[in-house]
């Protein structure tokens, strides 16, 4: 009965808002919805999406399966429930569709009969999965699973007497990896390549090398080999970038590595004919940030080259055009990430804009696509005003919005409206890129307190997507400046390596400059300017508290402190110490020191808050209680919120995206000028 009364409630509040057309608010969030992962079925008529909601009452994010004609047209649930079914794929013949869900307590493969509805659940697995990706000839699924290795005992306890009641015993670790954020300490063992027949049964293994297979997968044209991407290497784990492209020999289950560079190689894909082989990689430089290109190779890896030469911005998502005369690919390009087809000569088309919209909290680059083989392809569709939506193109490029999954909320809610900005760097007149979000009913002879809100990352980009967060500050009354600095990605190679070894850096003059661009424009209160970041964007936080005193508060969202302590203490040691510093700790302490913000620590006096989910391990909550405890020793005001059970991601519960920008607001509200 208490459920039911929250959720009426909740259904009140939210009816209110559309009766009176008010702003967006923090409950607005359980009331969105998007789309994700389309898939267009093999005849190029039909696609199946997963659609996305929040449920208020048990702070969830579910998703099910729809299914809507090419043209629009008659679109219907294919499932309905308070579980996730995800990961569709259509069979070759277009008969069945794949996918997996938890509806019956953990994730499970289920196959569907497309003409009539029916249904079987094909596995009983005790591990997750990763993608199911069909044979040609549509009757077996490979996919990747991990396979825990068998424990053995360091030291053998005495026995325990009857009836005694002992602690667990002890938890013994000899590898370099292991936690990971997101995943708690992990089990020893080894991602491996399965395939499981079309009528379900008994996946059998195909691999059993020591290193993890979890790149993606693809079959030979004639089903007899399955091509993967993997780091096999003795060192692999402290080279972990250096991946190779395997192939597996379905008759004798035998493997043979097909590149040798060093330097990542991975995303294979065949191409129509089954003469060609399509595979993303770079030659290792230890960049900070090192652009996907695109290569082509024989079948059996010889004859490599790159076909993407003159193309600088990162290359994802492979898929052949069914004529084998060149391949799509997704890109970020100054924010904005599009659908791009490239000829086997290297000449590159832009197809479709806007990709994204998947990330809700964040104006991340995010989203994907699908492709048919008479060329029709669907994308996720977002603007800032827009989380993912369904679009469609085809070979003439006529592009067609087919849903539109929050019209019940959004005509009758006020967002802010986001402008983009571009303006000269104070260092080196480099130019930046950026957005303005002004609140609803935004009057340019009002001043208003300004956000600073600054990416992760670092060698990630925000641009013009939806955004809850941004919108719920701005619903707040803040103007909102969020942008790309130095080291962003969407703008060439050479852009973001600008912080490489150099991190923070001149990134701190280009964000001080766009404060600056916004203040021009006459509409900001110079007295209340606020800055907040999460992850990369924490260090940029506490960098500039320990720079300027130009902010009346601060808030730094899962932050690293200290370099020092953050590169060992990580789930990716060998990663951060080799592409972001070079060296060790111990042999260039200074080095480490210097771009420490717990350098600047002594220089701060912006009131500061922390905040950071409790179970982070990508930058650990030791990092936000060192600078908390660093603060509070020099009397600085600070607050330090923990987030219980949250890893990096804190805004994977609803619940907790929220509880970030309330605790946000008010840490600003309660520190403006009068």
Not at 164 to 186: F, K, M, S, T, V
Not at 397 to 419: I, Q, S, W, Y
């Amino acid at each position: 009965m208490n459920k039911l009364i929250v959720f009426i409630a909740c259904l009140f509040i939210a009816f209110s808002g559309i009766a009176q057309g008010e702003k967006f608010e923090y409950l607005d969030i359980f009331n969105l919805e998007n789309v994700s992962d389309p898939q267009i079925s093999p005849d190029g008529l039909r696609i199946v999406y997963v659609r996305n909601s929040r449920d208020v009452l048990t702070d969830r994010t579910l998703s099910n399966l729809w299914i809507i004609n090419f043209d629009g047209t008659d679109n219907q649930p294919l499932t309905s429930g308070n579980h996730n079914d995800f990961m569709p794929r259509w069979s070759p013949d277009g008969k069945h569709i794949i996918y997996k869900s938890n509806k019956d307590g953990s994730s499970q493969f289920y196959l569907r009969w497309v003409k009539s509805g029916a249904e079987s659940k094909l596995t009983n697995l005790i591990q997750s999965t990763g993608s199911p990706v069909w044979s040609p000839d549509g009757n077996y699924l490979a996919f990747t699973m991990f396979v825990e290795a068998e424990s053995k005992s360091f030291a053998t306890m005495p026995p325990k007497p009857k009836g005694a009641n002992w602690n667990e015993p002890p938890r013994y670790i000899d590898q370099l990896n292991y936690r990971g954020d997101g995943r708690g300490y992990l089990k020893q063992g080894y991602s491996q390549i399965f395939i499981l027949t079309r009528d379900g049964g008994t996946p059998r293994q195909l691999t059993f090398e020591t290193y993890d297979h979890r790149g993606d997968i693809a079959w030979s044209s004639d089903g007899k080999n399955i091509y993967y991407s993997a780091n096999g290497h003795e060192d692999g784990e402290y080279d972990p970038r250096n991946s190779e492209i395997y192939y597996l020999q379905l008759d004798n289950l035998t493997t043979k590595q097909i590149t040798d560079r060093h330097g990542p190689d991975y995303s294979p894909i065949l191409s129509p004919d089954g003469r060609k082989i399509a595979y993303l990689g770079h030659d290792e430089k230890y960049l900070g940030n090192q652009l996907s290109q695109l290569y082509l190779m024989d079948i059996d890896g010889s004859n490599s080259k790159e076909i993407s030469l003159e193309f600088d911005r990162d290359i994802s998502n492979l898929k052949w055009s069914s004529w084998g005369d060149g391949l799509y690919f997704q890109y970020d390009n100054k924010g904005n990430t599009k659908l791009g087809y490239i000829n086997l000569k290297g000449n590159v088309e832009v197809l479709a804009d806007n990709i994204g919209g998947t990330s809700m909290g964040r104006p991340y680059g995010s989203g994907s696509y699908s492709v048919a083989p008479n060329g029709n392809y669907v994308f996720t569709y977002s603007t800032p005003n827009n989380p993912a939506d369904l679009m469609t193109g085809d070979k003439k490029n006529r592009l067609k919005r087919l849903t539109n999954l929050n019209a019940d909320l959004f005509p009758f809610k006020k967002l802010g409206n986001v402008e983009e900005i571009w303006y000269s760097s104070s260092y080196d007149g480099k130019k930046i890129q950026g957005w303005i979000c002004t609140p609803p009913d935004f009057d340019p002879n009002e001043k208003y307190p300004l956000v600073l809100e600054i990416h992760g990352g670092p060698f990630s980009n925000y641009g013009d997507r939806f955004s809850a967060e941004i919108q719920l500050y701005a619903s707040a009354g803040y103007v909102v400046l969020y942008t790309n600095p130095r080291g962003s990605t969407s703008y060439g190679e050479d852009f973001a390596n600008e912080i490489h070894h150099n991190y923070p850096g001149q990134d701190y003059d280009d964000l001080m400059s766009g404060v600056d661009a916004v203040i021009k424009k006459g509409f900001i209160d110079e007295n209340n300017l606020f800055v907040t970041g999460g992850s990369g964007g924490g260090v940029l936080t506490a960098w500039i508290v320990g720079k300027t005193d130009r902010f009346r508060a601060a808030v730094v969202a899962k932050p690293v402190i200290n370099w020092y302590s953050f590169v060992l203490y990580s789930d990716g040691p060998a990663f951060y110490s080799k592409y972001w510093f070079g060296k060790y700790p111990w042999e260039d302490p200074e080095e480490f020191l210097k771009r420490s913000p717990i350098s600047l620590v002594e220089n701060v006096n912006t009131p500061t808050m922390l905040l950071t989910g409790e179970s982070d391990f990508r930058t650990p909550i030791a990092e936000t209680e060192q600078y908390y405890a660093a603060l509070k020793l020099n009397k600085v005001e600070t607050a330090m919120v923990r987030i219980p059970g949250a890893s990096h991601g804190i805004a994977s519960r609803p619940s907790n995206l929220i509880a970030k920008i309330v605790y946000i607001v008010k840490w600003f509200d309660d520190h403006k000028a009068d």
